[in-house]
């Protein structure tokens, strides 16, 4: 194989951040693109045991089977094992970001494919490039502007050090050829606005751009585990055994810390981390070091922030200021409150439902569906788990699961007219379970 | 005056970075651009006592007294005390980069002009992000993408939240004018090809890019004054009494402290920053946690790390790996190691003689130009420095002087045949002093 400079720099990678062990057997991601078709090859040249799984977005109508059918040939070529995949992206992602819905399906099926093996993506030190100057301007901080991380779980970058032209070098020389994906060339999506009006220009600066960028990334990875270690030490040292936090070992941080040991204690509560902002967690140092022993913050979706002398706890919303009730309609997918989402459908007739902790399948015969809503626990809440004892309380039930008093309003109860149906973390009246005549699938899920 | 939105920018700027007290004197920097004269005007309707410094660069011919002009009439009509100063760049740069020299003269002599008060300079939230792609773009480090800071020093940037429309939106509001320097609007320099051809895709994608940057950089400076002070600690705990610092203290840090407390070991050595590569650093740790316990690394600019068994030394190179010597001639400017330059010139007759302390004079009458050259100290090296005591061996005087052993052989010397002409950090043998005739004057920098 020819162009020894790009499999040089795959297992300099490689070695240098331990992605493989020798002959190890690895699943390529494949497009058919020229970065992960250079990746098959080079991993193959070194001795790996290669197979690779194609992902079929069916997003571009005949190109998407052009490439699906260039890597089949390509895998047969090379004797490389191919599983192919097909999703519905476009249903997928109903109106959400195409891109981050075909990025996250693509990960969920690679490692389903990948059955415990390491799974091996072919992004570039452009990719890279273009990341960090996304997640720049879009104020993604610190963590955003690292970049790509070489390994991530299972899933490895061998091309990460390796540039797009050293790539297309490599392919010209082995006389290799590759799909192209039409939507790279046009500028529609930003990474393409930075990947052809912005990378010539910073490349023109310095040739080199591409791999400060890389270098910065490692730095940056390096502080943030320096930080992000102290901050969890900082957690363990404050948490007490009822779930709230002492404010001393807070207090006893640098900012840098304090702020990050504040995200993760609102993110070990249960709060959506995208809309905490800078501002809420400079609210929280005001919180810690308040005069007032009791003082209270607002948090998003519903959750608060309380002083309790010399500790704090936050939690969602505390009693008293219950989520106000919502009717419910099939199908249904909505939000409830900021914290929790209801979706409703009927299932199928020989459709298999697939038991969840908050997935309930229900009869449609034993609901009234006028009344149907989603609302917060009431006094008089009963409900019936078991075949043995009787209906107990809601009270009693949410007590025995150790649910904190400041949590329980939060907790989604269906119910309709007759009485409590299903309940967030608690389970279904067994009165509800289904029998032949249709079923009712209520999902609740965490925003 | 109009367009409350840039004043208010800058009260708030002004007062979350404590840069000035209510009706405090200051100094504004000003160009007759677009953004320091939106400068002057805030600072002035905020209540500051302004006064201003005018530089003229004298780089761009009739346009700089242009500006000057402008600026002597801006002032003038507001009724604020202007200084001018001039200073020609170019001929100080030679050959240098202008923009690079013409920073550090500004700065100097805004300093100067200061007398005390605060300084303040017009960047603005452009600039910044400006700032931020370069040094990420040269590879600068988390420092260099951290940007502008809003106070350094004496120096304050009242408008770093402001984003250049804004400026031009007051000035266009207020019926303000200003001049525009024609080097802006072409491509010549990096800055104005990031500024033309980059920050508008920026935008493009996210209208707040500019604030985007600014809260990154504020994020990675408060990390890096965490990560800086527990360096700090770190270098305290393990300095001994004889230079040397204990390895313990370090193995005992988390890379990004230990690395950070390499570095600013390194730069208390005497070593120049600006070629210490991250390899060194990563060379340095394995030092640390080397076996062998003499184990010894060669640095840039002839500095060596060795091991003392439990305990570490940066120095310059030690005894027995002695520069070689280098035949000088006269006119002559360049480098015996990495860490010394010397520079020989024959001084004009009626030339003024500037001592400093390594700058010498000698007569070159008493030289043989044949023989003359830099080199190591060798045995025997005798140098005669007051008309009182005789000649003394160089090894007593280096010691007298308390230059440590391992330094002594970096020192240059500048001998003949008959023997030594001056020593670095030492002085000159008296019987070389100049009398009547032709002087050659002898400079030793470090690098």
């Known amino acids: ?246 404010t001393a070992p807070f207090l006893a941080c640098h900012p840098a810390v304090q702020g990050r040991a504040l995200r993760e204690a609102a993110r070990r509560a249960g709060m959506p981390m995208r809309d905490l902002a800078q501002t809420h967690i400079e609210a929280l140092e005001r919180l810690l070091s308040s005069a007032d022993p009791s003082a209270q913050l607002d948090l998003p979706h519903g959750f608060t922030a309380r002083r309790e002398y010399e500790a704090f706890r936050i939690a969602p919303r505390a009693c008293g200021v219950q989520p106000a009730a919502l009717p419910l309609t099939v199908p249904f997918d909505g939000l409830w409150t900021d914290g929790t989402r209801v979706k409703l459908r009927k299932l199928e007739k020989s459709e298999v439902f697939y038991k969840t902790v908050n997935t309930f399948c229900a009869d449609c015969g034993t609901i009234d569906f006028a009344s149907l809503c989603v609302r917060a626990r009431q006094t008089g809440d009963r409900l019936r788990l078991t075949e043995k004892g009787g209906s107990r309380t809601l009270k009693k039930l949410m007590i025995d699961r150790k649910i904190p008093a400041a949590e329980r309003d939060a907790l989604a109860v269906i119910a309709d007219r007759s009485g409590v149906i299903a309940v967030q973390d608690i389970g279904m009246d067994l009165s509800r379970r289904p029998g032949n005549g249709a079923r009712l699938e209520i999902k609740i899920e965490r925003n």
Not at 187 to 211: C, F, K, M, W
């Open 1 to 246: 194989m020819r162009n020894n400079g790009l499999l040089r720099s795959a297992a300099d990678t490689i070695r240098r951040f331990a992605m493989l062990r020798p002959g190890e057997r690895v699943l390529v991601a494949l497009s058919g693109g020229a970065d992960s078709v250079s990746l098959l090859l080079v991993l193959q040249e070194l001795g790996y045991e290669v197979r690779a799984f194609h992902l079929n977005h069916c997003l571009r109508g005949a190109e998407s089977d052009r490439d699906e059918a260039f890597c089949r040939a390509l895998c047969a070529a090379r004797g490389v094992p191919l599983n192919v995949g097909r999703c519905d992206i476009a249903a997928l992602s109903q109106g959400k970001a195409v891109e981050e819905t075909a990025r996250r399906e693509r990960y969920r099926l690679l490692e389903q494919a990948a059955e415990g093996d390491k799974i091996a993506t072919a992004h570039t030190a452009d990719d890279n490039l273009e990341t960090v100057l996304f997640h720049l301007v879009r104020g993604s901080g610190a963590k955003g502007v690292s970049g790509i991380p070489p390994v991530r779980g299972a899933v490895i970058r061998p091309l990460l050090f390796a540039e797009r032209r050293e790539i297309e070098a490599f392919l010209r020389e082995n006389g290799q050829d590759y799909v192209t994906d039409s939507s790279n060339l046009s500028d529609d999506y930003t990474r393409n606005r930075l990947r052809h009006s912005v990378l010539p220009v910073l490349r023109g600066i310095n040739e080199q751009a591409a791999q400060a960028a890389l270098r910065l990334g490692e730095q940056l990875r390096q502080d943030e585990a320096c930080l992000g270690g102290q901050a969890e030490r900082c957690l363990q040292t404050a948490l007490r055994a009822d779930g709230a936090y002492l």
